[in-house]
């Protein structure tokens, strides 16, 4: 194995990615809203030797609820079943840090984290929507930056709180009657503009110190914040060029932060078509995209854009779409949607059938060989630390690339044919977390 | 079996009740640190046929970290665990309505009910500690009328989302693209004092509709809550006249909601020291008692009775104390340690040695048969329709409850034999839950 190994990560959504999975016959629909499916696809990515899996989130119903399955699970307590019947896996689970409480979420994240002996990962997110912010008391969705702002403070509560037990604070001596050193139990004593915490968690330390923190944004706040915190990233990247300048851009912020490239793993998304035949899986890509329904796709694609496009012909081009600035939820998405359909002069069915497969994400139809090229050649040339795999179908979409497409990968080298750690933390081959404290200790007692 | 029986729920608590558990050899005091522990729980107590496990839950350490096992998981996640690794035992969890939001916590639970093909119950409480208020921004705690108001709020916030979806509201009909009927996914469009919620909420209906309501509040206010919400209600009784009392008296305030007596099951705490003979039963709690480290016990006494008792003598009364309307946490508690106090005359070691066990709740020391006897006397005698056992040391003292006493009920026509639905609503004996747009829409339907 190189030095440098590829990380893959699947992002497990209902019945597959391809918004019209769930009406492909390779596709059981009922299954979107079984625990035992998303248990099962933990269980294929463990077979793969995968680093982890990850359930992204919202806190509202899609729009058009009645035309697509909806995710149906909480992803903390899914992916705490899942922990159950697996053993190393990694468990990434979005959760918002505009409707949340620190106090609260952070000990939701290390109970995981400790109920999977150190698998958790956090996906952060804002919550760009506004049929979210209507679930929480608000008219509509809170400014992107006072978002990034409120995420911002809400990461440093979290990572204090995360660091209140010292990993040998607890002691468990029955016979004096000490449980814990309690000069190593911290509070956080936070006060700042949106949170007052003051400690500690109620919750210690998990085998890796702390739940590994993932972000999905792609704006200049995103990426700054990805810069100070994240430890991978997923983001959605259509063509190599743009996947290494995204690389380079996000890798050249970390020194910001006192960094270094290694500490955050880069991972672009793929759908990925797969067959024996480069043919066969084209056709195979062409069936779902014949599944899909345009007023479905339509309602979808207006939210992406910030423009009703409900009655907008099919095989016209886009009408003009507001500038970026007026785009108060996920600017990078509406960005890349818009440059889509622009630079390649697409009508509106045609931008649908290119977003079908993964909202945006990069699809690819090819042979197994052909699929380990492209991950080989983006993750050699810069545009990558892995992939954010993103199966169009489930399970099967997720069984052939585990069956077909991994054994290339460690065939050459380039991928693990067996776990060398237990923690999400060693999978991704990010340094071991220190204590804030431990640290301090360690600097009084050199000098 | 007679036609009402007996309801047995399981509260499992860290390695034991008993505050000095950690201590005694019969514990390992390091499996309170590990999940697996509360899944073998969770097994044994469905081997019992037990109706349900519960965990209870602050937000907060406890006083005194360092001296005693703090309970180290957040009660849904470690459910969650638990509902993967068995099949019929309902799963309790404990969960705050000052400090959540009901979009957030209502989705958790649905999601856990799902998770578990309908075994979730919600345990309602309003955190009664400063410590737990601050670390969500406040000073204090709020007074305990606006801590019920609000609970109020959330609880119709809360039912009306678990409502949102109806049973039959999905049709996954992959041929013409239908996924669910509009017509029975609804919006909550709640809009009150507290909360703002629009919904539907994002996770359909569960098998047994909608999480089971506990409660375990016994003032005038929290009485009112449990019997316009509660299906099970938990409660610190120490004599079988004051449990008739209770019991008559909630059960007397169900027809001003609209309920029926048997909606609603009156579960006692029960801390049973199970040996062959009764001899030995008062040894082994005795070993416990001998555990007891005065500093902690001392501590936990003033919290509960609102006044610092950490310098005054063991072996003299208590102090005068606050009266009962200057005590914003927990209002029944209070009453029954200070009655307690003053109606046995007892010293502060004493009270420390008499609320060892289950703090406050009744500890029955005695032979498998004479703790069945004591269990079918309340039963019996319109004190109880059922017991939260609370085994003081754990694994162990659940075993023995399960093995010995279990067998005695089961024998004597009390309790089932096998479980006769898989459902926690089934386990009580609850009616089915009908979705309120169900009943509309029948209604519409008569006419
Ligand atoms: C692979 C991927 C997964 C994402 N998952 C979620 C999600 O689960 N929930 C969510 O609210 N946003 C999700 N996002 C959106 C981002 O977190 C982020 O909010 C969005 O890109 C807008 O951020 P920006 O304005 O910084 O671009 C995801 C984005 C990507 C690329
Ligand atoms: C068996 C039992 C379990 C309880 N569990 C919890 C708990 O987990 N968390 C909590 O904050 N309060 C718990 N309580 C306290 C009650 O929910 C309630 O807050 C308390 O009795 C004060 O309410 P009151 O003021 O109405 O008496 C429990 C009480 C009993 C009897």
Known sequence: MTSRTLHLNAFLMGVGHHEAAWRHPRVDPARALDAAHYVELGRIAERGRLDSVFFAD??????????????????????????????????????????????TLARAFASLDRISNGRAGWNIVTSGSDAEAANFGLDRVPAHAARYGRATEFLDVALALWDSWEPDAILQDASSGVFADPAKVHRADHVGQHFRVAGPLNVPASPQGRPVLVQAGSSESGKAFAAQYAEAVFTAQRTLAEGQAFYADLKGRLAGYGRRPEDLAVLPGIVPFIAPTTAQARALEQEFTDL????????????????????????????????????????????????????????????????????????????????ADEIQRWFEQGAADGFNVMPPYLPGGLEVFVETVVPILQDRGLFRREYDGTTLREHLGLRPHVNRYAVEEAERAAG
Chains 1, 2 share one sequence.
């Open 58 to 103: 919202g806190l509202a119903v899609g729009p058009h609820v009645h035309r697509n399955t909806q995710a149906v699970f909480e992803p903390i307590t899914l992916l705490t079943a899942i922990a159950a019947a697996t053993t190393h896996v990694g468990l990434i689970a979005t959760a918002s840090t505009s409707y949340n409480e620190p106090y």
């Open 292 to 371: 899909i329904s345009p007023d479905y796709a339509l309602r979808q694609l207006s939210g992406m854009l910030g423009v009703d496009l409900t009655d907008h012909p099919l095989d016209a081009p886009l009408p003009p779409v507001p500038p970026i600035d007026a785009i108060e939820g996920n600017k990078s998405r509406y960005q890349l949607v818009r440059d889509l359909a622009e630079g390649e002069s697409l009508t509106v069915r045609e931008l649908i059938a290119r977003l079908g497969g993964g909202r945006g994400h990069r699809t690819f139809a090819g042979t197994p060989v052909e699929v």
